[in-house]
């Protein structure tokens, strides 16, 4: 059974200028979940989704980013604009339902120059 | 105060030793429990999920104390190959990390 898929796995941008993640979760995972992790630390939740409903946001800076998961399948998470402290590994994970393991996939390194 | 707090290490064992990580939590009413461990430059993988029983997966202990709200894992009989940085995750309604225990054990 294939895994957790994102892409790209590297971005390089300017600051300023857009950028936009992919995900696609494990056949079946309702939930599906972005985390942000910097160097040395944890993953934080950015937004977790039952289906294609964001159940919980409360951690997604929405002035520059938005997300979306369309037909609750595949998910989009947009910065625009990035800012230099963007940097950082934008990681999806998903779970069969929420509270349940979680699955994580690659992860998208994004550089802000 | 975090709402998941590790000690980051990092720790430095010889091959064949016990070691044991310890994580706490301040959420009374958290669900459920995990440990992860994360390769350098890699995704999170689960590593056990952590019962209310205790539960045990080869070398591996995982155990829950809720009413001093901690969880731990043992590692027996450390392999070169458990070199990684461990992740407690708790779910309180929403899933929480820690900053992860960086482990090396040496030859």
Not at chain 1, 72 to 93: M, R
Request: with cysteine; hydrophobic share 30%.
């Amino acid at each position: 059974e294939a895994g957790v898929v994102q892409s790209p796995r590297y971005k390089i941008i300017e600051k300023k200028q857009p950028v936009a993640f992919w995900c696609n979760p494990i056949s079946g995972h309702n939930t599906l979940y972005w985390y942000l992790q910097n160097l040395g630390q944890g993953p934080e939740l950015l937004i977790r989704y039952e289906n294609e409903e964001a159940v919980d946001d409360s951690q997604l800076p929405k002035d520059r980013f938005s997300a979306e998961r369309l037909k609750g399948v595949d998910s989009t998470l947009k910065i625009q604009p990035a800012e230099l402290g963007d940097s950082a590994v934008y990681l999806c994970a998903s779970s069969l339902v929420e509270g349940r393991e979680q699955y994580f996939g690659p992860g998208t390194r994004l550089t802000v120059t | 105060r975090k709402e998941v707090e590790q000690d980051p290490g990092p720790f430095n064992v010889p091959e064949g030793a016990t070691v044991a990580f310890n994580c706490t939590y301040s959420n009374s009413a958290s669900q459920s429990f995990f440990w992860y461990r994360q390769d350098c430059r890699k995704e999170p993988k689960l590593l056990m999920s952590v019962y209310s029983s205790g539960n045990e997966d080869g070398r591996f202990t995982a155990q829950l104390n809720r009413a001093s709200q901690y969880i731990s894992l043992l590692i027996r009989d450390s392999k070169l190959s458990d070199s990684a940085t461990y992740l407690c995750v708790v779910n309180s309604g929403d899933m929480r990390f820690g900053a992860g225990t960086r482990l090396t054990v040496k030859p």
